[in-house]
């Protein structure tokens, strides 16, 4: 009438069960982690995308003023070195522009400048690239002079010709600045090649009270 089941079947049925648990179990585990993993993401991507739209910090504010500071202390160095030098005046020199560690310098030919060969005289194209290195390593307002200069002459500049010398810094080392000049002509071809090397002294080149930029 009844069908009795033996007491080893339960046993058997209890313990395949039980050894499928951890399976389902694990299974539930990374489920889980997965769905946690991705609301992180997206936690992540949009806390990235409210600091992209967020206003600059103090911080960067700071960066930026500094920046500014140090591009208009430059070029006060420039314009102050230039209006004091009657040479470069003379020879009708003009700042282009003025950064940290860098300068340019542009001059158009005239028959000043004109050697017995009818072309420019090395001299004229040495004291622009000479002028140029030392707007570019006085930037930072501390009196810097030069140690050692030379030039390589490429190719002959022209009466009408407008020159640009470019200067940059290539590496300090203590009191010791290298810096190259690209001198080219309006048409961008290049014209000499000139490298100073210079020595840094003390003082400003333009006193802290006129050189202080506005805010």
Aim: hydrophobic content about 45%.
């Amino acid at each position: 009438l009844y069908r009795v089941t033996p007491w080893s079947h339960v046993w058997m049925a209890q313990s395949h069960a039980c050894r499928q648990l951890p399976d389902l179990t694990n299974r539930t585990v990374n489920l889980y982690g997965l769905i946690f993993a991705a609301f992180v993401n997206v936690v992540k991507a949009a806390a990235r995308h409210g600091e992209a739209d967020a206003p600059l910090k103090s911080s960067q504010k700071v960066g930026n003023r500094m920046t500014n500071s140090a591009q208009d202390m430059a070029r006060s160095v420039a314009e102050t070195m230039i209006g004091n030098c009657g040479f470069s005046q003379g020879l009708g020199m003009r700042i282009a522009d003025a950064g940290p560690d860098f300068a340019v310098i542009e001059m158009e030919l005239t028959a000043l400048h004109m050697n017995g060969h009818a072309i420019c005289h090395g001299g004229a194209i040495f004291a622009m690239a000479d002028t140029a290195f030392a707007h570019a390593c006085n930037s930072d307002n501390v009196v810097t002079v030069a140690q050692q200069c030379q030039v390589n002459f490429l190719k002959s500049a022209r009466l009408g010709d407008t020159l640009r010398a470019t200067a940059a810094l290539r590496g300090l080392s203590g009191r010791t600045g290298l810096y190259d000049v690209a001198i080219t002509d309006q048409h961008e071809v290049l014209i000499a090649e000139f490298r100073g090397m210079s020595r840094k002294l003390s003082g400003p080149v333009v006193p802290p009270d006129s050189a202080s930029p506005a805010d």
